[in-house]
Each structure stands twice: as C-alpha cells, then as structure tokens.
C-alpha cells in the first residue's frame, strides 16, 4: 500500500491531536477547556455529515435527528440506569444508528433520488421535533425517565469512569471527548482504504458505473448512512452528558443548517475541515457577542456577521478551506494527495476496477 502525503497529514493530525489531548488541559485554563469540550462534541457531530457527504455523495438535510435521538437514548437510559454512563453512550450509538438504518433502507431501496432524500430526512427531522415537544404529560415516561415536552430532560447524570464509578473531572472528560473524536478520525480513514470505502467512494464518484460494475449501491449507501448516524447519535449523547440536559431544540433545523455549514466551510471531502471551521466558527460566534462597538443602544446580531462570512467563504471558496488549501500546495501532484484529496474535487476522471476487485475510485473526482 502506497504511502501518500495524505497519510503523512494524517500521522500529523493525529500527532497534535495526542499533544492536544495530553497537554491540553495543564495548558488551558478551566473555562477554555469547558467551551473546547463542547465544540469537539459538536465537531463530532459534523464529522458524521461529513463521512456520508463527502465520502458517499449523501447529503442529509435531517443530521440533527440522529444526534437528537442519540441525546435522547443516553438520557432515558442514563436515568433509569444510575451511576452507569458507558451503556448508555453505546445505547445512543446504536440506537441513532439503528434508526438511520432503518430510515436509510426505505429512502434508498425506494430509489428517492438526491433531492427527495433531503426532503425526507429534513421532514423525519420536523416530525422527531414535534413528537418529542408533545411529550410533556406524567404519561410520557420511560421507566425512571419522563421526556418532559419542550421542558425537556434535566439532570441528566454526567459522565463517570466505567472503573472507578466517580464523576469525571472537566479536564479527565476533554481527554476522553477529544480521544473519541480521534478514534472515529482514525476509523473512518481506514474505512476509507477497505474494500467496502473503495464501493462507496466509486459509488460517490459515479453511481451509475458502480452499479453497472455489478456493486449493490443500495446496500452501501444504508451501512454509509448508518455508520453516519452512529457517529451524530455518540455526539448526542456526548452532548447530553456534558450539559446534563437534553430537549428537543436538539432536533431542530438549526442544529442541521449549522451541521452544513461547518461542512461546507471545512469542505467537503474532508474531515479535519468541518472540525476546524466548527470550533472557529463558534468561537467566533461567542466573541462577536461580546464586542463592544460603540454604539449607544445597538446591537449587531452575531450570527449575522457569522452568516455573512459564511456566505463570502462559499461564494469565495466554493471548496472550503482545506480543499482550497491543499489544491493551493499540491496543485500537479493530485496522485500524492490521497483519496480524501481527490473525494473534495481534484484529480482526473473516475476510474473502477472489475467486479472481483476492489475499486480504484479513490483516483477519481467527486461530482459536485
């Protein structure tokens, strides 16, 4: 197997990412540390859209459902199982990822083309939100755990050691949220280079020559969208945890809009982008709020500055940034730069081996 400099960047993500987690907390203080630990479960939330997109042509409008339900999964069962964290995180995993499945079978075994996909996961989405909201009645009870409506779930138990049992501490809880996020990176990178990440990145490619070539494009894009689901479900119940709270704004459209946008700024194709542009992103968010400008009774929305930049950053760079960035570095090397590479738009025209071997798409250009 050919080492590329793709590879090399990955050894190097990975590097400052075991420093991170290592130094991290000696280095930032307690409140730093508290607002990072949120983001990187965010990011973990984008990474997932950012698999199925990116690397299956899969674009899911309705992500928040997943990672609402994951939410939801660890506060039932976290609550009707005290002093026990680590079952219900599996629990929010494979239940997000069983629903996707299930969700993902009737959409692509039904043949909806890309745009009804959208539609129907953007309206599973609002239909998930509505439920959950209606759900404030003493009836609306899951053993020890009552759904709560729109008051949502609150104290929901916080993250403790499987060994020792003990509440873990802000910095032990970064640690085990940023280890995470570095084992799904390093999951899905060799997902990438099996067989079955070479089907879906041809698929990705051209989904008509895939299943000309005799692949079942069905099946692959249902364990995508799965795996997809797991992965926000594990950010929701992350995100539960760390608040000790979940409702149903965790379901909303806003929680999927802005799962887009960090993909989109990051760039498609790549799954360092989205974790960057979502940290940056709500870092920016947050001081923007706090920004003075000199003016007696006015007040600038933040998020309107963010949405402005954002729209700069796409019509600027239609790629996002990494892409963008590595285009710049490598720009007649396109067979040094790896599959991830080549997934966000370079590289020549897509190629596919025969039935009985693994395809070679990682050589070939996404379509946008």
């Known amino acids: 197997m050919r080492f590329s400099l793709e590879d090399a960047g990955t050894v190097v993500i990975l590097g400052l990412g075991i420093i991170l987690l290592v130094l991290g907390p000696t280095m930032i203080d307690l409140f730093e540390l508290l607002t990072l630990t949120k983001y990187l479960i965010l990011s973990l939330f984008a990474m997932s859209l950012a698999y199925i997109w990116g690397f299956g042509g899969i674009i899911s409008f309705g ?13 039932v069962a976290g609550l009707n199982m005290m002093g026990d964290t680590t079952t219900p995180l599996i629990l929010s995993v494979l239940f997000a990822g069983g629903f996707a499945a299930a969700l993902g079978y009737f959409m692509f075994y039904g043949r909806l083309t890309e745009v009804y996909m959208g539609i129907v996961t953007l309206v599973v989405t609002l239909i998930l939100y509505k439920l959950i909201g209606h759900t404030a009645g003493s009836e609306y009870a899951i053993g020890q755990a009552r759904l709560g409506g729109f008051n949502g779930m609150p104290s929901l138990p916080v993250m403790v050691d499987p060994f020792t049992g003990e509440e873990m501490w802000p910095e032990t809880l970064f640690q085990v949220v940023l280890g995470l996020l570095l084992l799904v990176y390093v999951i899905l990178k060799l997902i990438q280079k099996t067989r079955f990440g070479r089907v879906c990145l041809a698929i990705a490619n051209n989904e008509t020559r895939a299943s000309l070539l005799g692949y079942d494009v069905r099946l692959h894009k249902v364990a995508m969208f799965a795996i997809g689901g797991g992965i926000a479900g594990l950010a929701g119940g992350l995100y539960a945890s760390n608040e000790a709270f979940i409702d149903p704004n965790a379901l909303t459209l806003i929680m999927s809009a802005q799962c887009l946008v960090w993909v989109m700024v990051g760039g498609v194709g790549s799954y360092i982008g989205p974790i960057l542009a979502c940290c940056a992103l709500n870092y920016l968010a947050v001081w ?3 920004v003075d400008w000199g003016m007696s009774g006015f007040e600038l929305e933040n998020q309107f500055i963010v949405g402005t930049i954002l729209i700069v950053i796409v019509l600027a760079l239609p790629k996002g940034l990494v892409p963008t960035i590595r285009d710049w570095i490598f720009p007649h090397w396109p067979h040094l730069r790896g599959p991830e590479a080549r997934a966000s738009g ?12 693994a395809p070679q798409a990682e050589s070939g250009e996404r379509p946008a």
């Not at 992500?63 to 506060?75: D, E, I, P, R």
């Open 63 to 75: 992500q928040s459902a997943f990672f609402g339900l994951g939410g939801y999964a660890f506060g």
């Open 288 to 290: 923007l709020g706090g």
């Open 346 to 357: 370079g590289g020549g025209g897509a190629t596919a081996a025969p039935a009985a071997t």
